[in-house]
């Protein structure tokens, strides 16, 4: 009788638990899609009045450009410019709460053609700034969204590009074996999860800032030395992973480069 009844004990707090994390799952995604709701209402909002500034600087420029000096002008430039940054940042904002609330399809994809894809069209700017582009024979089968899946190999090769100042730069893209992730990342992946990889020989990034970079309008590193960037593309990418049941994080040695990896469940 005490065994059944512990047993009963037992099985009651159990189902307590799982019930406390059911509902506070659900709490946290409806604070996750009203967050999202919310960046959209903000940013769509934000573009109006943006855009009124803009314009109006652009009049005072044509209208009244020659009443002012050159440092009027200047100015007016400068502030045209600093709009159409903001408006950059806010279409950043804007494209990653629609990611929140799009309904994702996946399809059985073959990601080695996908990259492939993604590689070629950006060979016009590998070839001007001398990057090699090493690809695998073969990539592990993946249900994913494809134009998603592109967006994140896009982004990744680029700033594989973007942030190396070696003279021969090369991005190599490829399978890994599940122990690249940290500790972490590694007691949440599932058996036959794909672990995939961007690795580039740029710059780097310090240790201290491996989780950093995926926040959004997070950079480390001077726009004008570098390209321009928004500072989204990092925090898009991870979540297009996480929106598959996937996870992204950083290993690199500053001067030495880095490698992205990104998971994603096995093909069902
Ligand atoms: P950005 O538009 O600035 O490139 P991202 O979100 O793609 O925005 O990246 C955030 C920051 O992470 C970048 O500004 C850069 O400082 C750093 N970063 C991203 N990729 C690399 C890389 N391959 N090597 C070195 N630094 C990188």
């Known amino acids: 009788v005490a065994a059944a009844d512990l047993r009963r004990a037992i099985v009651d707090v159990v189902l307590r638990k799982a019930e406390e994390l059911a509902r506070a799952n659900e ?20 573009k109006e009045p ?19 000096d050159e440092e009027g002008k200047g100015k007016l430039k400068t502030m045209m410019k600093l709009t159409e ?25 073959d990601l080695l053609a996908l990259v492939k ?49 070696k003279p021969e730069k090369w991005i190599e893209v490829g399978s890994a074996a599940p122990d ?36 959004i309008f997070r950079r480390l590193h001077a726009r004008d030395q570098y390209g321009g960037g928004t500072g989204v593309g990092l925090t898009i990418a991870k979540k297009i992973l996480e929106r598959h049941g996937g ?3 950083v290993d690199s040695e500053p001067g030495r480069g880095s490698t992205f990896f990104l998971s994603l469940p096995a093909q069902r």
């Open 50 to 68: 943006l855009r009124g500034v803009h314009n109006y600087a652009r009049f005072v420029l044509e209208d009244y450009g020659d009443k002012l």
């Open 180 to 215: 690249r992730a940290p500790e972490s990342i590694r007691r949440k992946l599932r058996d036959g999860d794909v672990i995939l990889y961007v690795k580039d020989n740029g710059i780097g990034i310090p240790k201290k800032h491996f989780d950093t970079i995926f926040q």
């Open 247 to 249: 996870y992204m994080w």
């Open 117 to 165: 894809r993604v590689a070629q069209s950006l060979t016009p700017r590998f070839q001007e700034l001398g990057v090699a582009v090493r690809l695998p024979d073969s990539l592990p089968p993946v249900s994913v969204n494809p134009v998603m899946l592109q967006e994140v190999f896009a982004n990744l090769m680029t700033n594989a590009m973007k942030y190396n100042d």
């Open 27 to 46: 709490e946290l995604t409806r604070s996750n899609v009203e967050l999202d709701a919310f960046a959209y209402i903000a940013s769509h909002d934000l």
């Open 85 to 109: 940054r903001m408006d950059e940042l806010i279409d950043g904002l804007l494209h990653y709460s629609r990611l929140g609330r799009e309904e994702l399809e996946s399809e059985p994809t």
